[in-house]
């Protein structure tokens, strides 16, 4: 399994929260360093609790789920 796919298994865990409020997330890219890119969507773009919910949800999760994450970005 790539790293790819790892990230992208671990962000199914996150998106029904995401949904709930009306918005979602899109994998943007990941890199070899550990870097993930994402794109916020719907509601959760503009929202002013979106960098929380960046760094404090998604990049928490993914970083329990896959060890080799080292941060995630918003693009």
Do not use: F, H, W, Y
């Amino acid at each position: 399994m790539t790293l790819r796919e790892k990230v992208e298994g671990a962000l199914q865990k996150v998106r029904p929260s995401l949904q709930a409020d009306g918005g979602d997330v899109q994998l943007i890219d990941v890199d070899e360093s550990g870097v993930v890119k994402v794109s916020l969507m719907g509601a959760c773009q503009g929202c002013p609790m979106s960098q929380m919910t960046l760094k404090m949800g998604i990049e928490k999760i993914l970083k329990q789920n896959v060890p080799e994450v080292k941060s995630v970005e918003s693009v």
